[in-house]
């Protein structure tokens, strides 16, 4: 086979190399002025640092990137405060690449201490003013711990400083007494029932806790009441439709011809038996289970042996 000539044509050159020597020769004739590759393009870690390059592009101490790359921003994140200092709160959306000097600025509007008498302190270790956040290790939703005292570079406080803060808490402690006496005065005697909690004219001297259990009680006696009320109503119209009945019965006895029997209605005479149930019956049909007997035979001698027991326990 025979070889492949020399003289084939070359593919046209990449217009990336051909800009970069363009800017590439441009640096060099301005002695070291930066160009626009030195702005956006990275140095490869295969170059020398910048301080053995004397003439030519400026690369930073970075890895390298393509041109037109922008470098991420830094993460936003919210946190956490708590502590002795102030009240709990939040900040939202704080960048992380601010220091911890700038985010005691940050607040300082909320809980009134300046930034040199602020001490923050996160997982038992207490952030310095120049660290930026992220330095710290601080993840978004963290919690930070704010107290009262020197700033977090550890800078002792003055006497006088100090004799001014114990001067202010005891002032604010002063302050808080005079609020709960005001809200003890404006509250009124205290609970007729427990006498712990502070009693209400609306709810007859009683607090809250206990005009709800008082309220409570009645409702579940109003409820027995009219539950008793209803049970005594269906015993008086159980008793009624039981009197109408006997009533009908008795009228229907009376009706009955007492010379036959009730049954057959077979002439009987003057020797009939008269059932518990009030007819009359001929001596076929004399006993109960003959005439299908109406009257209650095992209820009456239950009363009956009822009536004995109590009397023989009586004796």
């Not at 441009?26 to 003439?55: D, F, G, M």
């Not at 008086?236 to 009706?255: K, M």
Request: aromatic share 6%; charged share 30%; hydrophobic share 30%.
């Amino acid at each position: 086979m025979g070889e492949a000539p020399d003289d084939l044509p070359r593919p046209p050159p990449s217009p990336f190399v051909a800009r970069l020597r363009t800017e590439v020769e441009s640096a060099r004739e301005w002695e070291q002025k930066p160009s626009v590759a030195s702005w956006l393009a990275t140095p490869s870690p295969r170059r020398p640092p910048a301080e053995s390059v004397t003439r030519g592009v400026r690369f930073a101490s970075e890895p390298e990137v393509c041109l037109g790359q922008v470098r991420p921003p830094a993460p936003v994140i919210s946190l956490r405060f708590k502590g002795s200092a102030a009240k709990p709160f939040k900040i939202d959306e704080v960048s992380a690449d601010i220091t911890v000097r700038d985010l005691k600025m940050l607040c300082e509007s909320t809980c009134g201490l300046e930034p040199d008498m602020q001490r923050m302190l996160f997982k038992g270790r207490i952030l310095q003013d120049q660290q930026t956040l992220q330095e710290a290790s601080l993840p978004s939703g963290a919690a930070i711990f704010l107290v009262r005292g020197s700033s977090g570079s550890g800078a002792p406080v003055s006497p006088s400083v100090r004799e001014e803060r114990e001067r202010e808490i005891e002032q604010e402690r002063a302050l808080h007494r005079r609020e709960m006496e005001a809200a003890a005065l404006l509250a009124g005697p205290p609970c007729l029932d427990c006498g712990v909690n502070p009693g209400r004219l609306q709810t007859d001297g009683l607090c809250s806790i206990c005009f709800r259990e008082q309220v409570v009680k009645e409702n579940r006696l109003l409820k027995k009441r009219r539950e008793e009320a209803r049970k005594r109503e269906r015993e008086a119209a159980e008793r009624e439709v039981q009197r109408q009945r006997e009533e009908e019965e008795r009228e229907r006895i009376s009706r009955q011809d007492a010379s036959r029997c009730y049954f057959c209605n077979k002439k009987i005479g003057l020797t009939g038996f008269q059932c518990q149930c009030g007819y009359f019956f001929c001596a076929a049909h004399r006993y109960a289970e003959d005439h299908d007997c109406s009257f209650d035979h095992k209820a009456h001698g239950r009363e009956i042996l009822a009536k004995q027991s109590a009397q023989g326990l009586k004796d």
